[in-house]
């Protein structure tokens, strides 16, 4: 179903765009340094072209402004009053200059990419393509989809040392190959050496979410003696050059997270020696033209890359599995199974983890996944019964 870089592709209009907020439970509260989620709130964009083809895409938000700036109210209030009618009406002959019609606005990353993947989405089906195989048509030559996603996971703070290699002993035991921990100060020598005593041959990282200071160095060097993968995002989410002042200090590579919003940022970044990996999340740069563009830095200066996950629903899911199976993402992404996180999906089939920690990308056209109406208005009603004024913390 792959088509050739010479293959001249169907326009599509776009016709309509409706907006969904969900909330679904999480199988069990997720911790971070940013504090513990127990729900993942979502915008859902639901474009349909002229032709009646329909696309999805999810703005991963979350229930208050802690990883990014964004939440629900906001993703909804941007793409309402400013993205969707710049959107609305426009004739699309490459997913990639939708970022040029809403060029006026600024910042909104995570609302903008829930808006790109729709499109994207449309697009593909509407040439009767794979999602996946669409990335690679726009990406570099040589570059075919390898058909599936190689995937870790990601594990909370768990209450004791105890708890958390407990729960890496059975995500091993379910086929994950690479593990994460999230670490905060005063949660990180200890759990990095709990674990790795109990698993001493695994590949192992470590994401700090943006909550050490460079005055922390000698702290964090001290995790140079658990042979890590990496740590991720040790300072602040929009510092590059401390970054770089750190990795001088640390045998461990950094990969960057928040601060590299753009191809821009990771040449830069690149340029001061502030990582030696990289955390893509479309969500982060404002959709997938941005990430077939930092794809392609990638490829140039031999980056290891890997593709982050805001525990999307199954439309955000389908479409990350899709651009993680290019062959430049060379390290397993943050991209886990649905039963990882939901009891009960939005779309079908689910995303099971297979052979070698692999998800396989779905076989239909698009993102491969087919939404469930009655869960989609089941989620919609659970976002309004539980934040009946649409914001976190209402009664």
């Known amino acids: 179903m792959a088509a050739g870089k010479g293959k001249l592709l169907k326009a599509i209009q776009i016709q309509d765009i409706q907006l969904h907020t969900v909330l679904l439970p999480y199988q069990a509260p997720f911790e971070t340094s940013f504090g513990a989620e127990t729900d993942k709130v979502a915008v859902l964009v639901e474009v349909r072209t002229a032709a009646g083809v329909t696309g999805w895409g999810e703005c991963s938000i979350e229930l208050w402004p802690g990883y ?13 009053e400013f993205l969707v009618p710049a959107a609305l009406g426009a004739s699309i002959s490459d997913p990639r200059q939708f970022p040029a019609l809403i060029r006026r606005f600024r910042g909104h990353h995570h609302s903008r990419a829930g808006l790109e993947a729709a499109i994207w989405d449309a697009f593909a089906k509407s040439n009767d393509m794979r999602l996946t195989d669409l990335f690679a048509h726009y990406a570099p030559a040589g570059h075919e989809s390898t058909g599936a996603a190689t995937v870790g996971v990601s594990i909370g703070i768990q209450p004791s040392l105890a708890d958390t290699v407990a729960i890496v002993n059975k995500r091993i035991s379910e086929g994950y190959c690479r593990i994460k921990l999230k670490i905060k100060r005063g949660w990180d020598v200890e759990v990095a050496r709990a674990v790795r005593a109990a698993q001493p041959d695994i590949p192992l990282m470590l994401d700090a979410n943006s909550d050490y200071r460079l005055e922390d160095a000698e ?9 890590l993968l990496m740590i991720e995002q040790p300072l602040a989410h929009d510092d590059i050059y401390h970054h770089g002042l750190l990795q001088k200090r640390l045998q461990t590579r950094i990969c960057l997270d928040e601060s590299v919003k753009s191809a821009s940022d990771l040449r830069l970044a690149l340029g001061v020696g502030a990582l030696r990996i990289l955390n893509l999340k479309p969500a982060r740069v404002g959709g997938f ?9 990638c490829v140039e200066h031999s980056l290891p890359l890997w593709l982050g996950g805001m525990l999307e629903t199954g439309v955000g899911r389908a479409a990350n599995v899709a651009f993680a199976a290019l062959p430049a993402v060379t390290l397993p992404s943050d991209i886990s199974a649905t039963a990882r996180y939901f009891a009960e999906d939005l779309t079908e089939p689910p995303f099971a983890l297979g052979a070698d920690s692999r998800l396989a990308v779905p076989a239909g056209y698009g993102i491969g996944v087919s939404m469930q109406r009655e869960r989609l208005e089941a989620a919609k009603q659970r976002w309004r019964d539980k934040f009946p004024y649409g914001r976190a913390g209402a009664a």
């Open 219 to 227: 702290r964090l060097a001290q995790l140079d003696a658990f042979d």
């Open 289 to 297: 033209s941005e990430c077939l563009e930092i794809y392609q830095v």
């Open 68 to 80: 990014g700036q964004e939440t629900a109210n906001t993703a909804e209030h941007i793409l309402r």
